[in-house]
């Protein structure tokens, strides 16, 4: 066991959906590599509210982060 291990974060399920994907949106910008990386690592693309990660090109609207649930993550902080 490391016990210098630096911190990680997981991204957990939406246990609310019946899907068992990791879903993931985009917003204001459509970046390939982003994508690419998502799928590559078992996320699926979705545009509804249930998604586990949201990829922003800026800083997003507060309703957005006011509204999270606990498995859901932003790329950007205001």
């Known amino acids: 066991m490391l016990t210098n291990a630096p911190p990680t974060l997981g991204y ?8 068992k994907d990791i879903l993931y ?7 390939k590599l982003v994508r690419s990386i998502f799928e590559a690592h078992g996320f699926k ?3 509804s ?6 990829w ?17 993550k932003i790329n950007h902080f205001p």
């Open 56 to 72: 922003s090109s800026g800083i997003c609207k507060n309703y957005l982060y006011e509204g999270l649930n606990e498995y859901q």
């Open 25 to 31: 949106k985009v917003l204001r910008g459509d970046t």
């Open 12 to 19: 957990a399920k939406n246990h609310s959906v019946e899907s």
């Open 45 to 47: 693309y979705t545009e």
């Open 49 to 54: 509210h249930e998604w586990n990660m949201l």
